[in-house]
């Protein structure tokens, strides 16, 4: 089964820096997306960013950018210019591509998650 | 569209009891997940439906719980007797057969606490 891997349980970074989050995955395929979600407090997960790994152009949305290494299978998490709303903990996932295929595996395997603090 | 919707989001029932719990996904959204959270770890998947189908089931779904999405729309997970090995976040997520490397949607959790 594959694997995700957060070495860094809690993080912490002031207001308007940047953090990164780290994130390693072990896996026989060679196709399948990865992702970083987030949790607020007492709130619902949301995608914050996808990687799909045919593709070698690392992913950026606004102030979130990955470095994706396939072959290092590591995919990290830059958050630029943090806000005190990017306090949550920080998940990262893995998909087998296989799922938009047709098959059946329909799961995200997750890591244990990162807790980030904003300081003000 | 409201998003992905959970009840209860808060149930405490003492060891032994039943609990259900019902996951409204996001309208059109033909595949529904559950998945679980214990405290200091990530989501783990219990099971998925396409449609009315349940085409993939986790081990750590044991025989005590069932799921069920009779009519492709809202899904319920049932856990009967319930053991305090029980007690963690229910997620449930939803997604389009469309979306773009199938990104799931999820709801805010039903928080279960077996005393």
Known sequence: ?120 | DTGVSQNPRHKITKRGQNVTFRCDPISEHNRLYWYRQTLGQGPEFLTYFQNEAQLEKSRLLSDRFSAERPKGSFSTLEIQRTEQGDSAMYLCASSHRTSSAGELFFGEGSRLTVL
């Open chain 1, 1 to 120: 089964a594959q694997t995700v891997t957060q070495s860094q349980p809690e993080m912490s970074v002031q207001e308007a820096e940047t953090v990164t989050l780290s994130c390693t995955y072990d896996t026989s395929e060679s196709d399948y997306y990865l992702f970083w979600y987030k949790q607020p407090p007492s709130r619902q997960m949301i995608l914050v960013i996808r990687q799909e790994a045919y593709k070698q152009q690392n992913a950026t949305e606004n102030r979130f950018s990955v470095n994706f290494q396939k072959a290092a299978k590591s995919f990290s998490l830059k958050i630029s210019d943090s806000q005190l709303g990017d306090a949550a903990m920080y998940f990262c996932a893995y998909r087998s591509a296989g799922f938009l295929r047709g098959s059946t595996l329909g799961r995200l395997y997750f890591g244990r998650g990162t807790q980030l603090t904003v300081w003000p």
